[in-house]
């Protein structure tokens, strides 16, 4: 995670109410700096209760607002609700909501069952539509709100090895434009981020080999490592009132990939 003083600043975050999934590790423990940087009040959930205590503690030192994290796991959706709930207690009306949670564990066509399917689904894709229906009330309440959800790259690559996640996260898109339209006249905006190949711990310690280096070498138009705070700039335009016009669309970092 990397934030510096030449990273732009947004006036309209300071103490504003954020909500971020997943975000204990990788892109969302990213998301969670930059966010706390900017002077927001961050509430966050994930299932790993240890990384996340630990991330909060470290932000916490010097920081306009401590963030609240929350062990919540985003397939059970009475968990979710009930963080949803804590943390607008604790911070106020959220207005900004990041959908940032997924797990892209590897899998064949062969041994997905049906139960696996709608496991991957929950985690990849549910519980975006459950936390953009937990929050709108009360960004409509506030005259508006930011809603980010995350895709990727993959399916537009026709990446395989993974159906269940990959087709959940073109799904994301759908989702991302029907809420818009439903919202919209709420001043409610809904956008999907979409990741390329980001170098978290996680990619490298699991998926990224030798061979893969060459592959986004060939695939990204600029050949330097998308690392997560790339994402998170983006994300802080997004939920920030500067992009107030900007809904129902698609906002891809990758490098020039797709």
């Not at 975050?13 to 909500?19: A, N, P």
């Not at 607002?65 to 959706?77: C, G, Q, R």
């Not at 434009?177 to 990619?203: C, H, Y």
């Not at 016009?245 to 698609?250: E, I, R």
Request: glycine share 10%; charged share 20%.
């Amino acid at each position: 995670m990397t934030a510096t003083a030449s990273n732009a600043r947004y006036p309209s975050l300071v103490d504003r109410s954020v909500f971020i999934t997943g975000g204990a590790s990788g892109i969302g423990a990213c998301l969670v700096e930059h966010f706390v940087l900017q002077g927001a009040r961050v509430g966050f959930i994930d299932i790993d209760d240890g990384a996340g205590q630990a991330l909060a503690r470290q932000l916490a030192a010097g920081a306009r607002h401590a963030p609240l994290f929350l062990k919540a796991d985003v397939t059970d959706t009475a968990q979710l609700f009930a963080a949803i709930d804590q943390v607008r207690d604790a911070h106020g009306t959220i207005t900004a909501l990041l959908n940032n949670a997924a797990n892209d564990q590897r899998h064949s066509i062969e041994e997905t069952t049906p139960e696996s399917w709608d496991r991957g689904v929950a985690v990849n894709l549910r519980h975006q539509f459950f936390c953009a229906q937990r929050v709108a009330p009360g960004m409509r309440e506030a005259g508006g709100g930011s809603i980010v959800n995350f895709g990727s790259v993959s399916w537009k690559l026709k990446q395989g090895g993974m159906p269940v996640y990959t087709t959940s996260k073109s799904a994301v898109q759908g989702l991302t434009r029907s809420l818009a339209r439903d919202l919209g006249p709420f001043n409610i905006r809904v956008n999907t981020l979409v990741p390329g190949w980001v170098m978290t711990e996680k990619q490298l310690r699991m998926w990224v080999k030798e061979e893969s280096h060459e592959e986004i070498a060939r695939g990204q138009c600029i050949d330097r490592k998308l690392m997560p705070e790339h994402i998170a700039a983006m994300a802080l335009f997004l939920a920030a009132d500067d992009s107030a016009m900007c809904t129902a669309q698609d906002f891809i970092v990758d490098g020039g990939w797709t």
